[in-house]
């Protein structure tokens, strides 16, 4: 029960996390990716955070037997580069820069009755159905 309470904390302190840092605002995150526009590169300072502070966290759990979150941390084994990953990626990255959202913002902003997360939430449901049906 106590682990299920921490995700949940943890859940929510990420989601407030993304909407004080505004990246549940689709214009914010269109702004970062229109380079030769108005270019807003706030994400990067969003991005840089959580990697300074992930990556030391990461690095010292892997080594610890006594996670109170997981069992064990999980780590994609495989290092090769092939077609479902470009495909997905690129997937990802044109769903990212036609509506400005990526999964966690979205479901955050669900908090904020934005009609356009739930249409987003909607269809990535509908991809992960999809991408099992389709095996590339």
């Known amino acids: 029960m106590l682990q299920k309470l921490l ?12 909407t004080i840092s505004s990246m549940t605002n689709p214009d914010k995150v269109l702004s970062f990716l ?15 955070g959580a990697i300074l502070f992930t990556s030391p966290l990461l690095f010292f759990l892997k080594k610890n037997d006594n996670l109170i979150l997981a069992n064990e941390i999980n780590l994609p084994k495989k290092n090769s580069i092939d077609k479902s990953l470009i495909i997905g990626s ?4 044109v769903g990212w820069g036609a509506v400005g959202f990526c999964p966690g913002p979205a479901i955050s902003s669900i908090a904020l009755l934005n009609p356009y997360s739930l249409i987003f939430i909607l269809s990535l449901i509908a991809g992960f159905y999809l991408s099992n049906i389709i095996k590339l």
Do not use: E, T
Not at 7 to 18: D, E, P, Y
Not at 36 to 45: K, V
Not at 90 to 93: D, E, N, P, T, W
């Open 90 to 93: 690129l997937l990802f990255g």
């Open 7 to 18: 995700v949940l904390i943890s859940g929510i302190i990420f989601g407030l996390g993304l």
């Open 34 to 48: 229109d380079v030769f526009g108005s270019w807003d590169p706030s994400l990067i300072f969003v991005m840089g």
